[in-house]
C-alpha cells in the first residue's frame, strides 16, 4: 500500500472528521444569518411562492455549503498532511475503486434528493392558491384572452385579474371589470393596487420591445414579449409596499422603468377602485367636452388652437 493513501491514524481521522463537522456547521450558521438580510439568497416575503423559491434556494445553497466544505476540507487537510520537499518523486497513484464509486454515488444521490425536492415543491410555486374567505369577492378568469391553457389558475378558478403593459419605461396596469367594454377599464402607471389575501393573476405583455416583469418579494421573473401573452400570480398575506424594477434591458432609460405593488385591505383596494373609476371617468367627460367645444369652434371658422403664442398683456 502506498503511503499516501495508507489508513490514519483513528485519532487523526477522528480530529479530521470533528474539524470538518465543526467548519460545516460554522459555514451554515454564518450563511443563514446573512441569508436572512436577503443578500446571499432571493427576497420574500410577500407571496407564498416567492417563500417556496427563497425556501428551495436556502436548501440547494447548504448542501453546497456542506459539500464545498468537505471537498475544501479534505484538500486543504490533504495539501498540508501529505506535502513534501521539493524535487522529490511524488507517491504514483492508480486510483482508488472504492473511493470514486462512492463519490460518484454520492453525488448522484445528492442530485436525486434535489431533484425530488425541487419537483414537490415546483407546485406551490407554479400553481396559485385560492383567495382567502375575506379576501377581495373576484370573478373567475373568464377573458378570451386570458382563457389560455398556460395561465395557472387557483383550484377555484377565480382570481383577480390584472393586465400588465410593458412600455417604454412605464408599466401600465389595466383591471379589466368583465364587461366587453375594454376602454372604461380602471389602469394606473408605475403603482399597481392590489387587495391583500386576494389571488391576483397577471397577464403580462409589452407594447414596444421584450421587458421583463419582476417584483422580488412576490416571486420570479415574467418576460413581457411584444406579440405574446405571459403569465404569472402572487398573493399578498399582509398589507404592504413592494419594489420592482424592468428585468430586461429594454433601451436607454430602463433603468427608470421601475414597478411598485401596493397591498391594501380589501375595503380600502375597493375603495382606491372606485375612486380611480370615477377620476377616469370625470376626465374622460372633460376630454370629451373640450373636443365638443373644440369642434364647434371648428365650425364656426375659427381655430381651436392658437398658432401664436399669447400676447403679454398691453402689447
Ligand atoms: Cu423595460
Given at each position: ?10 485519532r ?45 434556494y ?15 476540507g ?10 513534501t ?8 497513484i492508480?486510483g482508488?475503486?472504492?473511493?470514486e464509486?462512492?463519490?460518484?454515488l ?12 425541487t419537483?414537490?415543491?415546483l ?21 378570451v ?11 377555484n ?41 386576494t ?25 413581457a ?38 397591498a391594501l ?16 371617468k ?28 399669447p ?5
Open positions: 500500500m502506498r503511503a499516501a493513501l495508507a489508513p490514519a491514524p483513528l487523526t481521522r477522528r480530529r479530521v472528521f470533528a474539524l470538518s463537522l465543526l467548519a460545516a456547521i460554522v459555514g451554515i450558521l454564518a450563511l443563514s444569518g446573512v441569508a436572512s438580510a436577503d443578500f446571499w439568497t432571493p427576497e420574500s416575503g410577500g407571496s407564498p411562492q416567492a417563500e417556496s423559491i427563497d425556501t428551495l436556502k436548501i440547494v445553497l447548504a448542501v453546497a455549503a456542506v459539500v464545498f466544505i468537505g471537498v475544501e479534505v484538500l486543504l487537510y490533504s495539501l498540508i498532511k501529505f506535502r520537499k521539493p524535487d522529490a518523486v511524488p507517491v504514483q492508480r482508488n475503486t472504492r473511493l464509486i462512492g463519490w460518484t454520492g453525488a448522484a444521490v445528492i442530485l436525486v434528493v434535489l431533484a425530488v425536492v419537483f414537490a415543491m407546485d406551490d410555486i407554479r400553481n396559485p392558491p385560492n383567495s382567502d374567505a375575506d379576501g377581495f369577492p373576484t370573478d373567475r378568469i373568464a377573458n384572452q386570458n382563457a389560455s391553457a398556460y395561465q395557472p389558475r387557483p383550484p378558478g377565480r382570481a383577480l385579474n390584472v393586465e400588465v403593459n410593458g412600455q417604454r419605461y412605464a408599466w401600465r396596469f389595466t383591471y379589466p371589470d368583465g364587461d366587453t367594454n375594454t376602454l372604461n377599464n380602471v389602469f394606473s402607471y408605475e403603482t399597481m393596487y392590489v387587495p391583500t389575501k389571488t391576483v393573476a397577471l397577464t403580462i405583455r409589452a407594447q414596444d420591445v421584450a421587458h421583463s416583469w419582476w417584483i422580488p418579494a412576490l416571486g420570479g421573473k415574467a418576460d414579449i411584444p406579440g405574446h401573452l405571459n403569465f404569472t400570480w402572487f398573493k399578498v398575506p399582509q398589507p404592504g409596499v413592494f419594489r420592482g424594477q424592468c428585468a430586461e434591458l429594454c433601451g436607454r432609460n430602463h433603468a427608470d422603468m421601475t414597478a411598485k405593488v401596493v385591505e380589501p375595503a380600502a383596494f375597493k375603495r382606491w377602485l372606485v375612486t380611480k373609476k370615477a377620476e377616469i370625470a376626465s374622460d367627460e372633460a376630454a370629451g367636452k373640450r373636443r365638443a367645444e373644440e369642434s364647434e369652434q371648428l365650425e364656426q371658422g375659427e381655430s381651436p388652437v392658437s398658432e401664436d403664442p400676447k403679454a398683456e398691453g402689447e
